[in-house]
C-alpha cells in the first residue's frame, strides 16, 4: 500500500474559526486529492493538485483552500469553518490520473 | 455537475448468495473503477476497467465495462462475512481525464 497519512485523525471545533488539516504521501506522487464523504453523497472532490504549487478545483471548492509546497504533502484549509463542513475528508495521492488513488484512513471534522 | 448512479443504495444478503451491482452515468467515461470501503478506513480499489465490453475479474469479484460507455457493473459471487462495506463506482468521464468522479456507493450487509 502507498504510504499516505493523514492528520489530525478526528478535529472537534467551533463555527468561525480556521482549520487545516494535513496529508502526507512518500510514494512521490505527483497527484493529490481532498474529497469530503457525506451520507449519500460518496465522495466528493474538494480540490486536487497535479504538482508542486499546481492545484485546481474540485466541484465542492466553495469555503476550502489548499496548497502543495512540497509533494509530499498537500494541506486542506477551511478558513472560516462552518457547520456545513461537517464531513469526514480523505485525502488521496496517484502516480498518475489513470492510475489507482490511494487513499489515507480519513479525518473525521465536527464543527460545533 | 457530472453524476454516477448506484442501485441498490443498500443490500442485506445471506452468506454464500451473490451480489449484483450496478452504476450508471448520462454521459460516457473512459475508465470505470469499483472501490470497497471498509468502516473506519479509505477506500480501496478493487477492480479497473479502460475499454468499452470489457470484462474483468478480481478472485469472487467480476466487473464489466458496458458497451454505451455509460455504466458498470460488480458482480460478487458466493459471499462472505468480510464483504460487508460500501462499494463505489467510479472513473474519468471524457471531459474530465483529470477528476475522478465516485458514485453515492451501495452498502453491503451479509448475514451469516
Known amino acids: 500500500d502507498a504510504g499516505i497519512t493523514q492528520s489530525p485523525r478526528h478535529k472537534v471545533t467551533e463555527t468561525g474559526t480556521p482549520v487545516t488539516l494535513r496529508c502526507h504521501q512518500t510514494e512521490n506522487h505527483r497527484y493529490m486529492y481532498w474529497y469530503r464523504q457525506d451520507p449519500g453523497h460518496g465522495l466528493r472532490l474538494i480540490h486536487y493538485?497535479?504538482?508542486?504549487?499546481?492545484?485546481d478545483k474540485g466541484e465542492v471548492s466553495d469555503g476550502y483552500s489548499v496548497s502543495r509546497s512540497k509533494t509530499e504533502d498537500f494541506l486542506l484549509t477551511l478558513e472560516s469553518a462552518t457547520s456545513s463542513q461537517t464531513s469526514v475528508y480523505f485525502c488521496?495521492?496517484?502516480?498518475?490520473?489513470?492510475?489507482?488513488?490511494?487513499f489515507g484512513p480519513g479525518t473525521r471534522l465536527t464543527v460545533l | 455537475g457530472q453524476q454516477l448512479n448506484q442501485s441498490p443504495q443498500s443490500m442485506f444478503i445471506q452468506e454464500g448468495e451473490d451480489v449484483s451491482m450496478n452504476c450508471t452515468s448520462s454521459s460516457i467515461f473512459n475508465t470505470w473503477l469499483w472501490y470497497k470501503q471498509d468502516p473506519g478506513e479509505g477506500p480501496v480499489l478493487l477492480i479497473a476497467l479502460y475499454k468499452a465490453g470489457e470484462l474483468t475479474s478480481n478472485g469472487r469479484l467480476t466487473a464489466q465495462f458496458g458497451i454505451t460507455r455509460k455504466d458498470s457493473f460488480l458482480n460478487i459471487s458466493a459471499s462472505i462475512p468480510s464483504d460487508v462495506g460500501i462499494y463505489f463506482c467510479a472513473g474519468h468521464s471524457k471531459t474530465s481525464y483529470d477528476k475522478v468522479i465516485f458514485g453515492p456507493g451501495t452498502s453491503l450487509s451479509v448475514i451469516p
Open positions: 488521496a495521492s496517484t502516480g498518475g490520473p489513470d492510475n489507482e488513488q490511494f
Open positions: 493538485s497535479y504538482g508542486v504549487k499546481d492545484t
